[in-house]
């Protein structure tokens, strides 16, 4: 990372203060869960997203919720903003301190506090990651499904209703967190959702939190529905002769109720990258990605469905891997695909659009976005998952080329503003954070003005996370 | 319904002032739209509910969304209470009017306004019942599958979060619901969420309406996620020599990942009173009913595994009904245990718990509920949607007979504090209404100053269904 803002934070905490602020929260916990050091500040100034980093005033590493209340009342008394920072994963800027202050390391609160088996549930603090729970859920058959790709932290992933490649057949985070702590601005400590597998009780006040990015309080527990691992996992991938087949195909395997649990595409160009990062010898072509899973008899009985509608679109070279490593390989250079980019056009950072529009309307919308990459004349592919209707740009761009920026800036706001006209949504899975904000209204219209009311309500100084999902620019 | 609270409304609308709302509500839409009947009010003062029935003073038929702005604008400057009526099926008082004022009948809003198979969506306004969606569906081979029972309507569904016997493989309305519109008390038009099926696209309004119970807005229209009709349905009944094992066989099968979508429990008691008032002859045992949903190799699977668990727990006397009529005398049945229940005990009122609970708690919670009905010396049986840990005490009670009503509230008062020491929820499906107000405390905690703050920011005059849900005792 380059460029890092280094300006003084504004009037409120200018250095001064913020060595005292320092010193104070490192007698309010231990000197060892503070820090001013300037390697860790940078640290905690970026995420994965080609957001201009900016370094708070401070880092804290709270161990438990207590810890978590004392600095949010300390913030609250003396003004100051609070920003969760886990894995840093993000792909939006949810993470980066834009207006200073403290960024709340959530990291040491990694425990995987409890597993019920018998009631598909488990109980993590919020950093821990997603393959450490399923290291823990292992041993009792168990797995916890969402995967956005990176081994992003529980926390991160509820706090921006992360998603990823199953959620065709899982759903997205907010269809897999039952109940949370929280810590709200004025440092009282609730409890949304209950262990029941659902509720008419009260409003849904874990579903207004998951997605809330950080703006309404700190998640600091979270009860997550697992699931068996199911008795036959079959991973697959198929060529299709260009984009428009890939995605027919994959809208007609959902319309059938098959048991896919990944439905991916990968077009060429992002192939050609995955192949030179992972050597790996995919063809390049419009690509499939799809894995069954179900017992025995349901996936052969899926797979052979899920061929013959392949086949209807042209779909070629149908290759199954059965072996978890196999099955690993062929994930992981989906996974990659990101970072296969920027290793491919050295020098850049990966910029990720992340429209969702309804599924009908997903072949005129990729077709849409390849145009304006092409018209734009950016570097970039298509990944997508489309058994949602959600498909990335993936863009290479140097975030010190103002000229450069302004075009992957337009390419964004081009396939936004034509997904919107589908009735799709801005961001089907990376959150809004920085990059998203200006769409809001668009989206949102006066809906906007009322999440902005439950924003004032519940964290009126603007102190959890200030500048983000709901601050119109 | 008998009791009917003929006291005069509250000092912000005494009777002549009501009149004069009427005129000037007839002027603002049609005078047909506009209703003091006698009847007319009796009908909207009560529901299927043991509550006590309020007449409104006044009975507004709105035709479009521009009809319930009207009216949601009038009552906001003349303070006067709006509260949504449909079918009338609630079972906790939603639309009972215990403030007086305007019942806002949405059953003139009853069209499918459209039909887009190919993103399995249906727009319907909020007058359309669940039936009514089915049967507009099945000529595209679609269907609405959350199945509370009764033909409710699908504004009111949402708005009480309503679930039913498929919830288990298809969730409640907060899982079918894409977007809503929604008239705010202030008179502004809101659409919440997006066609796309997923999004991380500010906070989830259309999570937090849908379960609202009409206290924060009208809902005016609603895009529901739909289904392709299952290849093979498959309903079945087996019966179990106690509810231990009945409810352990559910449970195992959940466990299991099988396809099955619908799994209730019926204890002998409202097996009887079944039998009598549908002239049926189930046997007077503990009986599970069962529905599979797949292809058909997949539900032939399915039941296999399903009937050896049910073997293990000593299950007996498993019976099929492929046929659609016969699958739906089975269902029939089990829908009609609350009617068959006050038939059985003529000049009784059905009552009935709501609690949810973790999954492995639920043979002692409902072994609990069974001790503490006899106990209080009640009159009452035991159903249950297992799969959920979601099970009802229906209870026979004279509504104006005190002694036998503060038995029936010491029997739900213990379920629910029960259910609540479990990890669970005072109301799986039926929603607070009335009946559950005086457990939202114990229940959410301090997380109910949240809801309450929700609450007064978006209707600060408390105009909109108040009195209900978070509006605590």
Redesign the interface.
Known sequence: MSSVDQTSPDQTSPAQTAAAFARDLSRLLRPDQVSTGQSVLEQHSHDESYHRPVLPDVVVFPESTEDVVKVVNFAQEHQIPVVPYAVGSSLEGHAIPVKHGISLDMMRMNRVLEI?P????VRVQPGVTREEVNAALKKYGLFFPVDPGANASLGGMAA????GTT?VRYG?M??NVRALQVV?PDG?????G????????????T??F???EGTLGVITELWLKV??I?EKILAARVTFPDVESTVRAS?AMI???IGVARLEFVDPLVMAAVNSYKHTAFPEEPTLFLEFHG?E??VQ?DVALAQEIAQEEGGRDFVFETDEHARNVLWEARHSAAWAFKAHYPGTEHMST????????LPEAVAHAKRVIAEEGAIGGVVGHVG???FHCSIAVNPNDEAELAKVYRVNERVVEH?LS???????????GLG?RK??AK?????????Q??????DPLDLMNPGK??DGL
Not at 188 to 192: A, E, P, S
Not at 194 to 205: C, F, H, P, R, V
Not at 354 to 361: A, N
Not at 453 to 458: P, V
């Open positions: 019920r018998e009631d598909f549930l921006t209703n992360a998603s959620t997205a907010k269809d709200l009282q400590v609730i409890q949304t209950s262990l029941a597998a659902k509720t008419s009780s009260g409003y849904n006040l579903g207004l998951v997605g809330s699931y068996g199911p809208t319309g059938t109720g017992s008899q349901g009985e992340d429209v969702c529009v309804p599924l009908s309307k949602d209707g959600n997904a589908l009735g799709g949504t801005c961001t089907g899975e990376h959150g809004v998203k769409y809001q989206e949102h219209g006066p809906a906007l003005a009322v999440m009311a439950i924003k004032r309500t519940i999902l709901v």
